[in-house]
C-alpha cells in the first residue's frame, strides 16, 4: 500500500500481517479520491476504523489541514503513528486508540469535520451505529460528507431516517463506498 499523490505521493505504508485491517487497496483509493479530491484541501478528516492509517494518510498528503484517526487496536494505532512518521504528517494529525463511539463522544464540542471516511468490519452494522450518532452530533454540519466503506450487500435505506442523504455509490467487486450527507442539501460529487 502506497501514497498515491500529494506532499508523500509513492511512499509505502506499514500495513499489519494478517487479516486484523483490511487496507483499502491503491485503486479503490484513488479511485476514492478521484471523488472528493476538491473537497479534500484545507479540510478537517475524520478517519474512523483507520487501521493502518492509508486513507487519512491519503488526505493529509494531499492538503488536508487536519486528520483524526481512530482505531481500538493497539497494534493497528501503533502501524498508523509509524505511518505518520515515516510520511511526515505527524504533526497534522490526532490519534485516538479508543472505540469509535467513545471517540466520537469525546471529540464532541472539540471539532466540527469536513469529511468523515469509515471502513468498518464488514456486515456487523458499525455504520449505522455511526451515522445514528451523527445525526444528532455537532461533529457535522450541512456541507459535511460522510463516506462509509463497506460490503457490497450493506443496506443504507435507514440513512434517511436519520436525516442523511445517500447521494452517491461507488460499487466494487465486493465493496462500496457510500457517498452520505444531511438531507436537503444539494449534491456536491
Given at each position: 500500500m502506497r501514497v498515491i499523490a500529494?506532499?508523500?505521493r509513492s511512499l509505502r505504508l506499514k500495513t499489519l500481517d494478517g487479516m486484523e485491517t483490511r487496507p483499502t487497496t491503491d485503486r479503490i483509493k484513488e479511485t476514492l479520491?478521484?471523488?472528493?479530491?476538491?473537497?479534500?484541501?484545507?479540510?478537517?478528516?475524520?478517519?474512523?476504523?483507520?487501521?493502518s492509517g492509508g486513507i487519512g494518510i491519503e488526505a493529509l498528503s494531499r492538503g488536508a489541514k487536519e486528520a483524526?484517526?481512530?482505531?481500538?487496536?493497539?497494534?493497528?494505532?501503533?502501524?498508523?503513528r509509524d505511518n505518520l512518521r515515516f510520511t511526515r504528517l505527524a504533526p497534522k494529525a490526532l490519534t485516538m486508540t479508543s472505540d469509535v463511539m467513545?471517540?466520537?463522544?469525546?471529540?464532541?464540542?472539540?471539532?466540527?469535520?469536513?469529511?468523515?471516511?469509515?471502513?468498518p468490519p464488514y456486515d456487523k452494522g458499525f455504520e449505522?451505529?455511526?451515522?445514528?450518532?451523527?445525526?444528532?452530533?455537532?461533529?457535522?454540519?450541512?456541507d459535511t460528507v460522510i463516506i462509509a466503506e463497506a460490503s457490497k450487500d450493506t443496506?443504507?435505506?435507514?440513512?434517511?431516517?436519520?436525516?442523511?442523504?445517500?447521494?452517491?455509490?461507488?460499487?466494487?467487486?465486493?465493496?462500496?463506498?457510500v457517498f452520505i450527507e444531511k438531507a436537503g442539501k444539494e449534491e456536491i460529487c
Amino acid at each position: 500500500m502506497r501514497v498515491i499523490a500529494g506532499s508523500a505521493r509513492s511512499l509505502r505504508l506499514k500495513t499489519l500481517d494478517g487479516m486484523e485491517t483490511r487496507p483499502t487497496t491503491d485503486r479503490i483509493k484513488e479511485t476514492l479520491f478521484n471523488i472528493i479530491g476538491p473537497s479534500v484541501y484545507d479540510c478537517i478528516f475524520l478517519d474512523l476504523f483507520s487501521g493502518s492509517g492509508g486513507i487519512g494518510i491519503e488526505a493529509l498528503s494531499r492538503g488536508a489541514k487536519e486528520a483524526v484517526f481512530v482505531e481500538k487496536n493497539p497494534k493497528a494505532m501503533a502501524c498508523v503513528r509509524d505511518n505518520l512518521r515515516f510520511t511526515r504528517l505527524a504533526p497534522k494529525a490526532l490519534t485516538m486508540t479508543s472505540d469509535v463511539m467513545d471517540a466520537l463522544y469525546r471529540l464532541e464540542g472539540e471539532k466540527v469535520f469536513d469529511l468523515i471516511f469509515m471502513d468498518p468490519p464488514y456486515d456487523k452494522g458499525f455504520e449505522e451505529h455511526v451515522l445514528r450518532y451523527l445525526a444528532g452530533s455537532a461533529l457535522v454540519y450541512e456541507d459535511t460528507v460522510i463516506i462509509a466503506e463497506a460490503s457490497k450487500d450493506t443496506d443504507f435505506s435507514y440513512a434517511e431516517d436519520l436525516g442523511f442523504h445517500v447521494f452517491r455509490e461507488k460499487i466494487y467487486k465486493t465493496n462500496k463506498h457510500v457517498f452520505i450527507e444531511k438531507a436537503g442539501k444539494e449534491e456536491i460529487c
